[in-house]
């Protein structure tokens, strides 16, 4: 008998974790295993766009469905919006099943209820493959607001076998019925929504149930959502930070660490821990490129190292620590350490326990680093324009001043 890339993760023991860089590494593996798919496809992403490779992605989700493979997909409202034609009515022939989470109404993001986002990146296949990181269904070398890029996007995911498999299809099967049932209350479908809510109720006894025989587990899927999960990937970082003794390294595309993140990563830095940030380098947004700029000067003054991503958008979301011990940790996924991720959206990382993945991800960076990034020099930064002090600092006071409209404190 053939065996597929399904059926080999169905037969691994223990956890396996495979490293993607790019939607360059990432798409064909996630493509392989959904043209291997027997049974179905659970799809969760930010942003679904159909330009080059995306379309690739959207076609195996259609050969799918079409051989019998249920096939659930959830977009973001605001990410990704109603589908365009002709792609909705493809996938809705085709039998795909859609749903965007969270559509704006009139107001639009007027209304702070609707900053809460589905951010998180998630495949599960036939219940035993699970694909997490930051990447979307976008073309490494396209952007929707700014063309044809010359060098792909920086980003990273994983493809995971083991038992957090199960714990991310609970998750996601969850969601998917409470969108249906919040939907079919809106059009006054009320016995539909009931058996909505029961069949989410019975999803989230079987999530916590797996949730609990994960324990020892050398890998950890770590959700955020605005509920019961509201700080677990925020502690997991100060949890690693605090244990750190010799190195960290973190890359993150849109960096606006909060009082507890930016005091946890200055004692390490005092304590003699090579503290090293990738960041973004190129200005994709205000809010975004402007606000996390005043928070340098305490980590440069601390000992911090930050070099800024230069060649392409870096929309990575991932860390190590101490790679070379036996206490290796490292996590990929969706989160950023802003603001937006980690107080409103549903995020979703997996942290690895593993020296060799580990050092894998610690070469990837540093190679970026040394050969794609530039260290920011604290004297320059001391130094820049009274125009980019000003932009910094209203980017800065605007985001706190959202967080004050959603009553959080960061």
């Given at each position: 008998?053939?065996?597929?890339?399904?059926?080999?993760?169905a037969?691994?023991?223990?956890?396996?974790?495979?490293?993607?860089?790019?939607?360059?590494?990432f798409?064909?593996?996630?493509?392989?295993?959904?043209?291997?798919?027997?049974?179905?496809i659970?799809?969760?992403?930010?942003?679904?766009?159909?330009?080059?490779?995306?379309?690739?992605?959207?076609?195996?989700?259609?050969?799918?469905?079409?051989?019998?493979?249920?096939?659930?997909?959830?977009v973001?409202?605001?990410?990704?919006?109603?589908?365009?034609?002709?792609?909705?009515?493809r996938?809705?022939?085709?039998?795909?099943?859609?749903?965007?989470?969270?559509?704006?109404?009139?107001?639009?993001?007027?209304?702070p209820?609707?900053?809460?986002?589905?951010?998180?990146?998630?495949?599960?296949?036939?219940?035993c493959?699970?694909?997490?990181?930051?990447?979307?269904?976008?073309?490494?070398?396209?952007?929707?607001?700014?063309?044809?890029?010359?060098a792909?996007?920086?980003?990273?995911?994983?493809?995971?076998?083991?038992?957090?498999?199960?714990?991310?299809?609970?998750?996601?099967?969850?969601l998917?019925?409470?969108?249906?049932?919040?939907?079919?209350?809106?059009?006054?479908?009320?016995?539909?929504?009931?058996?909505?809510?029961?069949?989410?109720?019975?999803?989230?006894?079987?999530?916590?149930?797996?949730?609990?025989?994960?324990?020892?587990?050398?890998?950890?899927?770590?959700?955020?959502?605005?509920?019961?999960?509201?700080?677990?990937?925020?502690?997991?970082?100060?949890?690693?930070?605090?244990?750190?003794?010799?190195?960290?390294?973190?890359?993150?595309?849109?960096?606006?660490?909060?009082?507890?993140?930016?005091r946890?990563?200055?004692?390490?830095?005092?304590?003699g821990?090579?503290?090293?940030?990738l960041?973004?380098?190129?200005?994709?947004?205000f809010?975004?490129?402007?606000?996390?700029?005043?928070?340098?000067?305490?980590?440069?003054?601390?000992?911090?190292?930050?070099h800024?991503?230069?060649?392409?958008?870096?929309?990575?979301?991932?860390?190590?620590?101490?790679a070379?011990?036996?206490?290796?940790?490292?996590?990929?996924?969706?989160?950023?350490?802003?603001?937006?991720?980690?107080?409103?959206?549903?995020?979703?990382?997996?942290?690895?326990?593993?020296?060799?993945?580990?050092?894998?991800l610690?070469?990837?960076?540093?190679?970026?680093?040394?050969?794609?990034?530039r260290?920011?020099?604290?004297?320059?930064?001391?130094?820049?324009?009274l125009?980019?002090?000003?932009?910094?600092?209203?980017?800065?006071?605007?985001?706190?001043?959202?967080?004050?409209?959603?009553?959080?404190?960061?």
């Open positions: 008998m053939v065996v597929t890339p399904a059926r080999r993760a037969s691994a023991t223990g956890h396996h974790i495979q490293l993607l860089q790019g939607a360059q590494e798409f064909p593996a996630l493509i392989a295993d959904m043209d291997a798919a027997l049974s179905d659970q799809f969760e992403t930010y942003i679904f766009d159909f330009t080059g490779a995306g379309a690739d992605v959207a076609r195996a989700l259609m050969r799918a469905a079409q051989r019998g493979v249920r096939v659930h997909l959830a973001d409202g605001v990410g990704t919006g109603p589908l365009p034609e002709p792609w909705r009515s996938l809705k022939q085709a039998g795909v099943q859609v749903q965007v989470y969270s559509p704006l109404g009139p107001l639009g993001l007027l209304l209820m609707r900053w809460r986002r589905l951010h998180r990146k998630l495949c599960v296949i036939d219940g493959v699970l694909f997490c990181g930051g990447i979307n269904v976008l073309d490494d070398f396209h952007d929707p607001n700014h063309g044809v890029l010359a792909p996007r920086f980003d990273f995911a994983v493809r995971a076998v083991g038992s957090l498999v199960q714990q991310a299809s609970e998750a996601m099967e969850q998917w019925w409470r969108m249906r049932a919040v939907r079919d209350v809106r059009r006054r479908r009320l016995s539909l929504a009931l058996a909505d809510l029961r069949a989410a109720s019975a999803a989230r006894l079987a999530a916590r149930r797996a949730d609990s025989s994960s324990r020892g587990m050398r890998a950890a899927l770590v959700l955020r959502d605005n509920v019961r999960n509201r700080t677990r990937i925020e502690r997991a970082y100060l949890r690693a930070i605090a244990h750190a003794r010799h190195e960290i390294i973190i890359a993150n595309a849109y960096f606006v660490p909060g009082r507890k993140l930016r946890a990563l200055v004692l390490a830095a005092r304590r821990v090579r503290v090293q940030l960041l973004q380098g190129r200005y994709e947004y809010m975004q490129y402007h606000a996390a700029r005043p928070v340098y000067g305490q980590l440069l003054a601390a000992g911090v190292e930050i800024e991503y230069a060649p392409s958008f870096l929309h990575a979301k991932v860390a190590v620590i101490d070379q011990s036996r206490r290796a940790w490292a996590t990929v996924g969706s989160s950023n350490l802003d603001p937006l991720s980690l107080l409103l959206a549903r995020e979703a990382n997996v942290v690895v326990h593993d020296r060799a993945f580990a050092q894998d610690r070469r990837r960076l540093r190679h970026a680093m040394a050969h794609e990034g260290q920011l020099d604290p004297q320059s930064y001391a130094r820049r324009s125009r980019q002090r000003v932009l910094d600092r209203l980017a800065f006071g605007l985001a706190r001043a959202a967080l004050w409209l959603t009553g959080n404190r960061y």
